[in-house]
């Protein structure tokens, strides 16, 4: 197990694995650490192509959305058509937007691109700014997952999935958990998972490992991002639909203006320091995130009021509600079943599931199907994990404790994804806590110490 000394490096700001130390979490005599730096080499180049498929889903998916209402209004066909095309393109795009969580999951453990401004500015830019979070934010709730995977103390998505009422009390058995999943299908209950998970990527718990309790700054510069992102775009589509665009359009250019102002005076100290250093300053992000609604708003006001296209309703239409609906059901059932009825051992912390296509696209994007390797090993990229589980497979440990899980909801060689939250696969015997200082590899830490000693007391909790 790695311990705290793993953070002692001569660098206090730097967390930087030794050479032997990815090896040794799988079984150093199982192979050598050449095989393993291979897997663990990134690119600038790989990753745009992924991030190209994405982009070309959604632009299709909306094109075909669009064009086969026309055709249903043009035919006379009824109002049930034109709901089930938009559903079927919600569930689409919701699947695509979990796919840009996906790629913000690389981003945060840095292997989007081998770049690291490069990594940070794509991860922002074409995916977290999208579905409204930042790189860093996630970096700041998903790091200290891995690192305390499990801990109900310092696992933020344990604490986030108790606040928003969708943590189950593990293990659940077959009927129970086919219930607890349709109550929680509710629009309700859907937005509560969407707005507490963004509670949690933008301000965390008061309890989160990684906050640094004599900086905690203001909150008002968040609280400016916030609005500005979600009050300026509603108070400028409302003023337009009442027959005032000329207005609508400069609430939105004041807007702007009065919170790019805002962030860029505001003092230093105003900014919340946490123990991980950020790639780009966080007044820069935040001034950053602010640019990119300017130009996405703008664009569709600008379409709107001049008559080309309805633009702000496909924006609400087709990215606003599979945010609040698809995509958080999405996450619920990746998460319940890579963590739930597991415990905080090494091997037994999380799963492999090997699913078909489209659940593999939907619910495991980027490679979150091989999720046992990428905890033991998170310094390896998405397109090299399955590798990665074939070479553990030369470890007996991880041949032994491992689990791979084949099918989503039926299970062809044994229980399925679904089936394995239920008593009969509940651990017998829990596993000595597994802490994952390695899962900090690449991260710059402004808190090394404060962090080492979070580290030291999960280690000893049960």
Request: aromatic share 12%; net charge neutral.
């Amino acid at each position: 197990m790695n311990s705290v000394s793993d953070l002692a490096a001569p660098d206090p700001l730097r967390v930087a694995a030794s050479p032997a130390q990815p090896a040794s979490s799988v079984g150093r005599s199982s192979f050598d650490a050449e095989a393993v730096k291979a897997l663990k080499s990134r690119d600038n180049v790989t990753n745009w192509v992924h991030l190209a498929q994405v982009y070309a889903v959604i632009a299709i998916t909306i094109a075909l959305a669009i064009e086969a209402n026309e055709w249903i209004a043009d035919e006379g066909f009824g109002w049930g058509w034109t709901l089930g095309v938009n559903a079927l393109a919600a569930l689409v795009l919701g699947a695509a937007q979990h796919q840009f969580g996906g790629a913000i999951h690389e981003g945060t453990h840095f292997l989007l691109f081998k770049n690291r401004m490069l990594n940070e500015l794509a991860s922002d830019w074409l995916a977290a700014f999208p579905i409204y979070t930042s790189t860093y934010q996630f970096r700041l709730h998903h790091l200290a997952h891995h690192q305390f995977v499990n801990d109900p103390e310092r696992d933020p998505d344990i604490a986030q999935l108790k606040e928003s009422g969708h943590w189950l009390d593990f293990p659940v058995p077959s009927v129970e958990l086919l219930w607890a999943f349709l109550k929680r299908l509710s629009p309700v209950k859907l937005f509560l998972f969407t707005l507490f998970r963004a509670k949690y990527s933008a301000v965390g718990f008061d309890e989160h490992a990684y906050i640094d309790p004599e900086s905690q700054g203001s909150k008002w510069p968040l609280r400016v991002g916030i609005l500005y992102a979600v009050a300026a775009p509603i108070a400028t589509v409302e003023t337009i639909r009442f027959g005032y665009p000329a207005i609508g359009c400069g609430l939105l250019a004041l807007a702007t203006l009065a919170s790019i102002a805002y962030l860029l005076l505001a003092p230093e100290r105003a900014f919340t320091q946490t123990r991980l250093a950020p790639v780009i300053s966080h007044r820069a992000t935040m001034v950053s995130r602010v640019v990119y609604f300017a130009l996405l708003y703008g664009t569709l006001t600008a379409l709107t009021v001049s008559g080309i296209a309805p633009a702000w309703r496909y924006f609400n239409l087709y990215w606003v509600i599979p945010l609040f609906t698809s995509f958080p059901l999405f996450m619920m059932l990746r998460q319940w079943v890579q963590h739930g009825n597991a415990d905080r051992g090494r091997y037994t912390n999380t799963r492999v599931f090997l699913t078909g296509p489209l659940v593999r696209y939907a619910v495991f994007p980027w490679g979150m199907d091989y999720h046992l390797p990428h905890h033991l090993m998170a310094s390896v990229p998405h397109y090299n994990l399955k590798r990665l589980h074939e070479l553990m497979l030369e470890d007996p440990a991880y041949r032994e404790k491992g689990v791979v899980l084949h099918g989503f909801f039926v299970g062809s060689e044994g229980p399925s994804a679904l089936e394995a939250l239920g008593p009969a696969h509940a651990p017998l015997i829990r596993e000595r806590a597994f802490v994952d200082n390695a899962a900090l590899e690449y991260a710059e830490l402004r808190d090394a110490a404060g962090i080492a000693s979070e580290a030291a007391r999960s280690e000893k909790a049960r």
